[in-house]
């Protein structure tokens, strides 16, 4: 036992392995050595392959194969079995000749390495896929296996994956797993291993050029080593930390020159401008040797004339900044290319205008080149040569005209032979030499003829021509009464001057007329007359032509002649024409022929007009409705409105005739109207006015405007008058103001109305417990619940709001109740229903109320309810209706039930009404009769069982009714009388019962 619990006590060193433990205990002959007995034996298997009997025998004997006790065990004196518990014993076989007994083993087998958790398959980059290089790499991954690479094997290599088998005598582990990797690049491949032009030697500067050059690497500069070497040279080796490259490489590289030497030019000289791109191009041109390019350049300027040039690190070739200096040419801002009019546009011509205008160029002919000549422009650019100015400009200028291109020197006739004139004549016939009378001077002038110059000053023109002309004939003498004419038309006043002159051979075409009048013009011969010159002014006298008359006359209340003559004499008053004046023909619905038969006039004209329709139509609205008073205005204003066919008629149009009364008036159609004519009668009735209603709307719930028209138009019975014909206005809680709309069919006005709001209720308890099945119980809980604050209040004062739910509802205080509001959500649980199983109980002694719920608890063997939770109504002698009481708390309900009587009960009043019709339209001398006459008419079960008597009948004449009093007796004792249903009990079987009856005296 001792030895067992110190295997227990090491078994904690195989805790992460399946384990088998293996126990045994049988009795061994004397003269063997039990192995049980043996000192230091090693019972700890571990690292097995399997649990087989053969694996666990091998293992046992190979842990204590240093034993000496054990030394001549073998295998074959050993067998391993299982017990029944699942352990592993280890026994001698029978027949061996030394030992004997068993021993029990902690047996655990190796761990698939495929199962372990954690353990990884990726095993990254690798420089190649030979088999050491995969084992490290997949220990290096997986340190938790605490293996050697000589535990491993790697049996199968295919493209990026391998599979690594754990050896046989590898301890703990065992198994195969496939990994998977990517192999490095050897760095050897790269393309780019000249790196020329670097700022230094440095081993930065080489890893960044190395990798600048080779994006495409993707590599880190903490990947790289750099060992530099002689001569521009330098080694570049991978770092394991890269996983895409491997191995190493040599570069060659190059330093840049300082751009700072003795053969730099930093004196640039004239530039035309200071630009970046200037500086440029002339830092290039100055210092050919350097063999830079612009985009190598990086200018940044200073003060005037200086700039620092910086080499960019694109140049291969050199490195560093230089100062340079530069002076900046005269440019052609301020040149004036304006040269103005030119006599040619020779290039001397050109040069001599363009050095006047800028003098202070102080240049000289010679300094100068034009080219692009044209009749208009040039290009004069600064020969290059010259060290103060450059550029080029533009210059505009003109070529002056010479005038003896003139095509019109005969300039015909002229008025006379002034100098203004003669030039005013030249410049018209020769308009497209755009002369100024102020550029030209004329000299030898003649009756025939002159010269006409250009003067120097003339910044146009040029040069000199002769001219011809003649002297033109003055229409000054000319006869100026023309006398009557029918128009004073151009033609009809040139006419009529010529034939007045025929004298002076004048032609229409050479007059124009000008300032026409109705009694005079002028005439003026015109310029273009060779003949002819001069103007004056002719009188004469017109007829007048009606022609010209309005003829539109628009509504005429008919086409009578007499009607068409005042209204074309009022449309036309200018023509002064009278009735009798005029004749009217050819009349229709729409025209007529006017003529003028005076003969101061002339002419005729069509006349057109219409005839203004008749407002008395059967179209026409008469019945104007109820509207707010009878006013001129109210009765205009709604005629028009309900007969909106008259689109053209105005208020203004119309007129009341006599005074309005307050069913009916007559309009009638002014006689300004253009448009119509006619009166019409119309009738109406006066909208009542709402000040005449109940103005106190008493107390309600809120001053909406809704509960406001509601109340109102509840108080007062305005017929026709609804809530969209009021206008709220002025809302408080005291009161508002009620318009009525002007659209309102039947009333007007406005009232302010006076109101309060009811306080709301607040009901503090809401929760009103478990209630019965209907509806007026959740009502009456509400208020049994509420007492204090429901105080006054009914069921019948409150309304649900929606349909009640199974758990709960809303419930308002109705908008009818007079003092006060509220609404409430309330919540409560239904009860459960009465189950009844039977509803007949049978016969009974008497119809007590006690009998009945007694009876109704026992036969429906009801235990939750006492006679006190029920409530007996509607007994009868066969049935009755019996409920639980509602304030009950947990049950509901009620059952009609039915029973038989052991005693005959009578109900008094079925009596009473039994003799009242025994009495009805009878007269009885005495109450004898009477008593004959009831007794005649009782059902026979009654004849036998009762007696009775009448008091107090007292028939009197003219009386039609009259009392009696009824004396009962009963002559059995089983038949006794409902006590509710008489007057009086004397004794159980004596009763009395008053009564009424009608008679026909």
Avoid at 362 to 372: A, C, I, K, P, R
Avoid at 430 to 442: A, F, M
Avoid at 603 to 622: L, Q
Avoid at 943 to 967: F, H, Q
């Amino acid at each position: 036992m001792k030895k067992i619990l110190m295997l227990l006590g090491n078994f904690t060193i195989c805790a992460t392995l399946p384990v088998t433990v293996v126990a045994c205990g049988v009795k061994m002959p004397n003269n063997q050595i039990d192995i049980e007995q043996i000192p230091n034996i090693q019972l700890n298997l571990i690292d097995l392959d399997n649990l087989k009997s053969d694996t666990i025998i091998a293992k046992f004997l190979e842990e204590n194969q240093i034993n000496e006790g054990l030394k001549t065990l073998k295998a074959r004196d050993l067998e391993a079995e299982i017990l029944e518990d699942g352990r592993q014993k280890i026994v001698v076989q029978k027949g061996t000749k030394h030992f004997k007994g068993s021993v029990i083993a902690v047996c655990a087998t190796k761990k698939n390495i495929i199962e372990l958790e954690g353990l990884s398959q990726e095993i990254g980059s690798l420089n190649n896929n030979n088999a050491a290089t995969i084992k490290t790499a997949f220990l290096a991954k997986n340190q938790l296996l605490k293996m050697q690479p000589n535990d491993l094997e790697v049996i199968e290599t295919t493209g990026l994956t391998a599979k690594i088998r754990v050896k046989p005598n590898a301890r703990t582990y065992q198994g195969e797993i496939l990994v998977n990797f990517v192999l490095k690049t050897n760095i050897k491949t790269v393309l780019i291993k000249t790196l020329n032009g670097l700022n230094d030697e440095n081993i930065e500067t080489i890893k960044t050029a190395f990798l600048v050059a080779n994006p495409s690497l993707n590599l880190h500069p903490e990947d790289l080593e750099i060992q530099i070497k002689d001569g521009g040279k330098a080694t570049i080796t991978i770092l394991p930390s890269s996983i895409t490259y491997h191995d190493q490489v040599d570069v060659f590289y190059t330093i840049k020159n300082m751009i700072r030497s003795a053969n730099t030019i930093f004196d640039l000289g004239p530039l035309i401008d200071a630009e970046i791109d200037t500086i440029k191009t002339a830092f290039l041109i100055k210092n050919p040797s350097l063999n830079l390019r612009s985009e190598d350049l990086e200018i940044q300027i200073k003060d005037v004339g200086k700039a620092t040039i910086t080499i960019l690190p694109s140049s291969l070739i050199h490195q560093g900044k230089v100062e340079v200096i530069y002076t900046i040419k005269t440019n052609n801002a301020q040149w004036n290319g304006v040269l103005g009019p030119l006599d040619n546009n020779f290039e001397t011509t050109i040069k001599r205008a363009f050095l006047i205008e800028n003098p202070s160029l102080n240049l000289g002919q010679e300094d100068l080149e034009v080219s692009e000549t044209s009749s208009q422009s040039a290009k004069i650019k600064i020969k290059s040569n010259v060290a103060t100015h450059q550029g080029e400009v533009i210059v505009s200028f003109t070529i002056k005209t010479n005038i003896n291109i003139a095509t019109s020197k005969a300039l015909g006739g002229l008025n006379n032979k002034e100098q203004d004139t003669i030039k005013n004549n030249f410049i018209d016939k020769n308009q497209n030499l755009d002369l100024k009378s102020e550029d030209l001077e004329v000299i030898a002038i003649t009756d025939l003829g002159a010269t006409i110059s250009v003067l120097s000053s003339s910044s146009t023109h040029q040069g000199s021509v002769n001219v011809s002309f003649s002297l033109k004939a003055n229409i000054d003498t000319a006869n100026t009464v023309l006398g009557m004419l029918n128009d004073n038309n151009e033609a009809t006043i040139k006419n009529n001057f010529i034939a007045k002159n025929q004298d002076l051979d004048l032609k229409s075409v050479d007059l124009e007329v000008n300032d026409i009048q109705n009694n005079g013009a002028t005439i003026r011969v015109k310029n273009t007359s060779s003949t002819h010159q001069g103007s004056v002014n002719v009188s004469f006298s017109l007829k007048t032509n009606i022609d010209t008359a309005n003829t539109v006359l628009g509504m005429l209340n008919d086409n009578n002649e007499a009607t068409i003559k005042t209204k074309f004499i009022e449309k036309n008053p200018t023509l002064g024409l009278g009735a009798n004046q005029l004749e009217v023909s050819a009349t229709s619905s729409q025209s007529a022929k006017i003529k003028s038969n005076v003969a101061t006039h002339q002419g005729e004209v069509v006349v057109n007009f219409s005839i203004k329709p008749d407002i008395d139509t059967t179209n026409t609205i008469t019945h104007l409705g109820a509207i707010n008073d009878n006013s001129s205005d109210m009765i205009k204003n709604i005629f028009l409105q309900m007969n909106s066919q008259f689109t053209s008629l105005a208020k203004e149009d119309l007129e009341l005739v006599g005074t309005p009364d307050n069913v009916k008036s007559r309009i009638r159609i002014k006689n300004t109207s253009l448009t119509h004519q006619g009166q019409v009668d119309v009738s109406y009735t006066i909208k009542p006015n709402i000040n005449t209603g109940v103005l106190n709307l008493g107390p309600l719930n809120s001053q909406a405007e809704s509960t406001i028209r509601s109340i109102f138009l509840e108080k007062n019975s305005f017929v026709g008058l609804t809530g969209e014909h009021l206008e709220i206005s002025a809302i408080n809680t005291e009161g508002a103001t009620i318009k009525v709309k002007t659209n309102a069919p039947t009333h007007q006005g406005q009232v302010d109305v006076t109101y309060s709001i009811k306080p709301t209720i607040n009901a503090p308890t809401l929760n009103l417990g478990a209630l019965n099945n209907n509806a007026e119980a959740i009502k009456e809980a509400l208020i049994a619940q509420n007492p204090l604050v429901f105080a006054g209040l009914t069921i019948n004062d409150l309304e649900f709001v929606g349909t009640p739910l199974e758990g709960s509802a809303t419930i308002k205080i109705k908008d009818s109740f007079p003092t006060h509001q509220g609404q409430y959500d309330v919540t409560y649980t239904i009860k459960p229903s009465l189950v009844v199983t039977t509803t007949n109980l049978g016969a009974l002694d008497n119809r007590d109320e006690s009998t009945i719920k007694f009876l109704f608890l026992n036969k429906n063997s009801i235990t939750t309810l006492t006679e006190d939770d029920l409530i007996v109504s509607h007994i009868t002698n066969h049935e009755a209706k019996i409920k639980v009481r509602p304030d009950f708390a947990t049950l509901q309900g009620s059952a009609d039930v039915q029973f038989e009587n052991n005693q005959l009960f009578l109900d008094g009043r079925m009596l009473e009404r039994t003799i009242d019709n025994a009495l009805e339209s009878k007269t009885f001398a005495t109450k004898d009769l009477a008593e004959t006459a009831i007794q005649e008419a009782l059902p026979v079960f009654w004849k036998d069982r009762l007696n009775i008597k009448i008091w107090c009948l007292a028939p009197l004449p003219g009386v039609i009714r009259t009392g009696y009093i009824l004396e009962l007796k009963a002559s059995n004792s089983l038949f006794k009388v409902i006590p509710s249903t008489v007057d009086m009990v004397v004794s159980e079987t004596h009763w009395f019962i008053n009564g009424w009856y009608s008679s026909a005296a």
